[in-house]
């Protein structure tokens, strides 16, 4: 596709449930991230991905969240046994590799809004 | 932990009015980002500045970056309704990997006829 594409766009889900979001990134960007956004602030780092090297897990809040890249493509992130504070956006992005900027652009997709009831 | 305060949090004027937002660390960054959010999207790059004392212009947008490497700022010239949005700094950390921005805490702003 043209930009990151993440799905779903909205989810509401009762507390101790667990749910999956899915990131596709940009065809060929080997760079792939995971950020988490409370209600109108900035963005919290949680976990990132390149090529086949292992992830950097160092953002992760707790060990009910994990993620995992597939073929060097998609990702799902997944958050298990949902609790209140985890409902933010989870804001996915890509960039084609991790090179110092300016070189390297990454591009953010529109987000999964999360609400935990 | 590197830190970005952004300030103000809010910035609510007319049409016309100039206006700056500050993006402060105490830490040093290889380089600093200025993103725009707007409601339902994901952040939009606007510019990346790499060398103490940088300036950079886009259009109405004039960004500079500390000769230090700790801080930034944005300047909006003759603002317009346009601009509306949450504007986000970014730093890349001095070692590391480069690509794992710290962001910083947000501006909202918002521009009105």
């Known amino acids: 596709g043209a930009g990151v594409s993440q799905s779903p766009s909205n989810k509401v889900t009762e507390k101790g449930k667990d749910v999956e979001l899915r990131c596709d990134p940009i065809s060929g960007h080997t760079a792939l991230y995971w950020y988490r956004q409370s209600l109108g602030q900035g963005l919290e780092f949680l976990i990132y991905?390149?090529?086949?090297?292992?992830?950097?897990k160092s953002g992760l809040p707790s060990d009910r969240f994990s993620a995992e890249r597939t073929g060097g493509s998609v990702s799902t992130l997944t958050i298990q046994r949902t609790q209140q504070e985890d409902s933010a956006v989870y804001l996915c992005a890509s960039s084609e590799g991790t090179g110092a900027f300016p070189g390297n652009t990454i591009y953010f997709g529109e987000g999964s809004w999360l609400t935990v009831v | 932990t590197q830190l970005l305060e952004q300030s103000p949090q809010f910035l609510s004027i007319q049409e016309g009015e100039n206006l700056t937002v500050y993006c402060n660390s105490s830490s040093v960054f290889s380089s600093l980002q200025w993103y725009r959010q707007e409601p339902g999207e994901g952040p939009v790059l606007l510019v990346t500045v790499v060398t103490g004392g940088e300036v950079k212009k886009l259009k109405r947008l004039t960004f500079q970056f500390g000769d230090a490497r700790k801080d930034s700022s944005l300047h909006i010239t003759a603002a317009q309704p346009g601009d509306t949005g949450l504007y986000l700094c970014a730093g890349a950390p001095p070692t590391g990997t480069a690509s794992k921005l710290t962001f910083g805490t947000g501006t909202r702003l918002q521009v009105t006829l």
């Open positions: 991905f390149q090529g086949n090297s292992a992830p950097d």
